[in-house]
């Protein structure tokens, strides 16, 4: 940020008194509070979507998200003068959500409950683009994994790590086959395309900030209209890896969800899939393929490893949440 992003300020409707830089942002002290310029590089429609959300959901009665500021042309983003747009934001202080917390990941999941609840009425805000069903991510997440097996296969010489991931790829390969083909024939798949909420698309621990009362949610640009489950899917198995797919974490979690907003057995039956399809091996085969191949990151194969030694975990947790939820009656 420099001095041409500063002068950009000018175009609102408040006295700045001090300005210090942030993660790829300005944060700017003024006389109606801190709020954060940042660039945008999106498409404009997008954020005027952003806006419309947020707009509803506070209207609905849920207040704990960020806001935009409109400039004095009433406009969400400034240009400056090499025609790069900026949003200017409110700034949220306090802390990210401590993931190791079990009482306040139940706290977060109330949170997230009253904010699908309060977007309920979203269906009806024009939407740029389409909303990438799980489906979808299933299907492109498989193509790469057939295109890395065979990079794989073909490469001579090959590293430790490279030897290892050999060995458990069919496995992890088989069971995204499996999840794809399954969650395409069932009625979830029906019910996701046609809801009219919104998910706010990245509900992760860096999202929600802990203001010393309330959890905030901020950063909607992934935002979207689709049903509750790929938030809830997101915050959950993140803490269920860490608590080694802990049946009692991921009941919590649901239950608090419940506290504030109903979950319907498609819904349940959709979280099921979602956690079935090995993400976190995708994960670690895509960030492998498109990272340079002469040096492995350490935590590569840390990772590769507690993601097969967790395996029978998951396998454990499953089965427990399909009887629990009555998953194959859906």
């Keep these: 940020m420099n001095d041409r992003c500063v002068n950009l300020l000018e175009n609102y409707e408040i006295d700045v008194l001090r300005t210090r830089k942030g993660r790829g942002a300005l944060l700017c002290e003024t006389d109606k509070g801190t709020f954060v310029l940042k660039e945008y590089k999106g498409n404009p429609e997008k ?28 406009e969400l983003l400034t240009k400056d003068s090499d025609g790069s747009s900026y949003l200017l934001k409110t700034h949220v202080e306090g802390r990210e959500c401590e993931v190791k917390d079990l009482q306040e990941c139940c706290k977060v ?7 699908h609840r309060a977007s309920l009425g979203a269906g009806g805000i024009p939407c740029p683009g389409s909303s990438i069903s799980a489906l979808q991510e299933f299907e492109k997440h498989n193509k790469e994994l057939r295109r890395v097996r065979k990079f794989l296969k073909d490469k001579g010489q090959k590293n430790d790590f490279e030897i290892y991931l050999m060995q458990c790829f069919d ?31 990245d509900f992760q621990h860096h999202n929600i900030i802990f203001s010393g009362k309330d ?93 097969t030694g967790q395996e029978q975990e998951k396998i454990e947790f499953l089965s427990i949440f399909k009887e629990k939820y009555d998953i194959m009656s859906v």
């Design 215 to 307: 959890f905030t949610i901020i950063n909607f640009e992934k935002c979207g209209k689709g049903g509750p489950v790929k938030d809830i899917y997101l915050f959950m198995r993140k803490l269920l890896e860490k608590s080694n797919w802990q049946a009692e974490t991921g009941f919590s979690l649901l239950a608090a969800y419940e506290k504030e907003s109903c979950l319907t057995k498609e819904d349940y039956m959709n979280l099921y899939y979602r956690l079935s399809y090995p993400e976190k091996f995708w994960k670690i085969v895509n960030y492998y393929y498109n990272a340079p191949k002469s040096w492995i990151p350490g935590k590569n194969p840390e990772k590769l490893i507690k993601v």
């Design 47 to 74: 954020c005027a979507f952003q806006d419309a959300v947020i707009s509803l959901i506070h209207d609905h009665g849920f207040t704990h998200t960020e806001t935009f500021v409109r400039n004095k042309e009433n």
């Design 109 to 115: 999941m109330e949170t997230l409950g009253k904010m």
């Design 171 to 201: 496995y992890f390969l088989e069971c995204a086959l499996k999840v794809a083909e399954e969650y395409e024939a069932s009625r979830c798949r029906e019910q996701e395309n046609g809801c009219c909420a919104i998910s706010h698309g």
